[in-house]
């Protein structure tokens, strides 16, 4: 009988897996569950992944909804991650195209975390049937990774080591398109500034108040100027923790404001976040009160590793998009009838030329299915938002590919997004970028010799060198993520 090649025995499994994928991606769909409550959704995949013999260590990183998920022996040893948290305000009824929120719950996968959950843990599967079939050497870890939004899981993980010991590490990302990623995302430092004045009766004795709100619109002006002397790339924005409270009568006591600072290296915004830090101080000497700063969050620049980005396109060109069939079709149909006329020309004229497509037949099955390759030329771009992968991109070489689960055109973080990830869509692009990453996962273990380059690449850029952006004392208890 003729030996079947790796590209064969992934589409097999797929193929065969790809129904489980999809229900998977639905369930988690259905949980919505907020960062670190994810304990419906990692128990879901915890629970399948056990029934595929892999061995769980739950809770790793002292966070109950993170877990590890191994499979097989020797190196290399491969990381996965996989994300499972959702969004306040994005419920959503799956598929409908028109804003309607699903029963019972608040939360929403508006950027398509079920999905990717889904994806990756159906990618660690594939990688194990391949192991089995082939009796190869090598090692699969599934991280569950939570709170990815605003809880800085993985920075978490990091801190504890969870990610020591690998050779090299794939995800994925909901998308509107089909690409391998290669860019840099910009690192975030975020810290609140508490204020502490005097209060009294704003009319009577206004001379005995010295007042927090008055602290922190100071700052905010001061940090207002601040903008235009910092580098372009940098973003600084602000919130009002606390105004304190609703009485215009009283002077305010107390105030509080949550600060990002993002900018393309941790260094730049340490830096940064320093100058923000005077103008807190100075608008405290003004207004004789005090301050008290905390960084409560940080997340990393991401690092893209050429190596191994340049295996997982090569892999995702050759296993291709994802199958969406005629069912999927008709839903995004739906949600592209729904658009202004003018959004509505531009997304198809987009969209017939990244599929090189009539519009006509663009418009009839609309949803990307060509793959943008790894382009090295884009690697020093650095987009102005920010991952927690980042973190894991300083320990272990990584990449990344977005797979299409909506409509061009699409945010994420909407309820439109929530809507068509949590049909057909969402799960036929998880089983693509399954197939993707595990394919990438076969090619290290045939030639573990990439993995020595890939990492002498990370260490060009690192020097070997991580430094946690969040400070020791610091828990995900800490985190504010309402
Ligand atoms: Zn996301």
């Given amino acids: 009988m003729e030996q079947k090649n790796d590209l064969d025995l992934i589409r097999d499994h797929a193929k065969q897996r790809s129904d489980a994928i999809c229900a998977m991606n639905q369930k988690l769909w259905a949980f919505a569950e907020p960062g670190y409550k994810e304990f419906k959704s990692s128990r879901a995949l915890e629970e399948a992944l056990e029934k595929e013999g892999f061995t769980l260590e739950r809770g790793i990183g002292g966070i109950q909804t993170a877990f590890a998920a191994t499979y097989g022996s020797g190196r290399p040893v ?132 010295r007042s927090a709100l008055d602290a922190c619109e100071l700052m905010n002006s001061g940090v207002n100027y ?21 009485a215009p009568n009283v002077v305010q006591s107390h105030a509080s404001l949550l600060y990002f600072v993002r900018a393309p290296k941790n260094s730049q915004c340490r830096e940064i976040l320093s100058r923000v830090e005077d103008c807190a101080k100075g608008a405290a000497l003004m207004t004789g009160t005090k301050v008290h700063m905390k960084i409560v969050g940080g997340l990393s620049d991401l690092i893209p590793n050429a190596t191994a980005q340049q295996i997982l396109s090569d892999a995702f060109l050759e296993t291709g998009p994802a199958d969406y069939d005629e069912n999927d079709y008709a839903t995004a149909r739906a949600f592209l009838g729904i658009l202004p006329d003018a959004q509505r020309r531009e997304v198809i ?59 061009p055109g699409t945010a994420m973080h909407t309820w439109q997004h929530t809507a068509m990830v949590g049909s057909g869509i969402g799960g036929k692009a998880a089983v693509a970028a399954a197939r993707a990453i595990a394919y990438a996962c076969t090619k290290v273990y045939r030639n573990p010799s990439v993995c020595e380059k890939a ?19 610091v828990t995900p208890a800490d985190v504010i993520t309402d």
């Fill in 78 to 209: 491969i990381g996965i991650t996989a994300e499972y948290d959702a969004l306040p305000g994005l419920s959503q009824k799956k598929g409908v195209a028109r804003k309607e929120a699903a029963d019972g719950n608040t939360f929403g996968h508006g950027c398509g975390h079920c999905a990717l959950g889904a994806g990756a843990a159906g990618a660690a599967v594939l990688v194990r049937d391949w192991l089995r079939d082939t009796g190869n050497s090598g090692t699969v870890v599934l991280f569950g990774t939570p709170a990815e939004e605003t809880g800085y899981g993985k920075v978490f993980l990091a801190r504890q080591h969870v990610f020591d010991g690998l050779d090299m590490l794939f995800t994925w990302h909901p998308s509107d398109r089909n690409s391998a990623m290669a860019g840099r995302c910009v690192g975030n430092l975020c810290a609140r500034f508490d204020f502490e004045g005097i209060s009294s009766h704003a009319a009577l004795s206004p001379e005995l108040g």
């Fill in 226 to 246: 601040l903008r235009e002397h910092i580098i372009s790339q940098a973003r600084v924005h602000y919130a009002y923790l606390d105004a304190g409270g609703k």
């Fill in 455 to 473: 990492k002498q690449e990370l260490l060009a850029e690192t020097g070997g060198i991580y430094q946690c952006p969040i400070p020791d004392d």
């Fill in 349 to 407: 004229k987009q969209g017939a030329s990244a599929n090189h497509v009539s519009e006509e037949a663009f418009a009839e099955r609309p949803l990307v299915t060509s793959i943008t390759p790894f382009d090295r030329n884009l690697m020093n771009v650095s987009v102005p938002v920010s991952t927690d992968v980042g973190d894991v991109s300083y320990l272990v070489p990584q990449a990344q590919l977005s797979a299409a689960t909506c409509i």
